[in-house]
């Protein structure tokens, strides 16, 4: 819900596509070829780490970035997310603003300024 309420009030300035399920996250993957997959690591069917490896794996999406969403915050934790290919970890609860600023410096957006 956190995540949605960026997509629709902060102005990020990118289209949000949300699945229920591992088997849905390569589903759709495949069709749309995001230029980033916000990953809960905690997906019902194939957990989102899985999936990750899956995508980075492939040779025609392995070039999408992938950032592991989860409230596993243990020792290890990320250095999993990140051997999986997740090339960032952001655990629950979500702290939007970071999130939003992490979200428009890789969209390339001024935190200041949203294009029109």
Not at 57 to 71: L, Q
Not at 86 to 107: A, H, R, W
């Amino acid at each position: 819900d956190v995540i949605q309420d960026i997509f629709e009030f902060d102005e990020i300035g990118a289209d949000l596509v949300t699945v229920e399920s591992g088997e849905d996250a390569l589903a759709v993957i495949h069709s749309i070829q995001p230029v980033l997959v916000l990953m809960d690591v905690g997906l019902p069917g194939i957990d989102g780490l899985e999936v990750t490896k899956r995508i980075k794996r492939d040779p025609d999406t392995n070039s999408i970035e992938v950032w592991a969403i989860t409230a596993h915050a243990m020792k290890g934790d990320a250095q999993k997310a990140l051997d999986a290919g997740c090339s960032n970890y952001i655990t629950k609860p979500i702290d939007s603003s970071d999130l939003v600023e992490k979200l428009q410096q890789f969209l390339g957006q001024d935190s200041c300024e949203v294009p029109a």
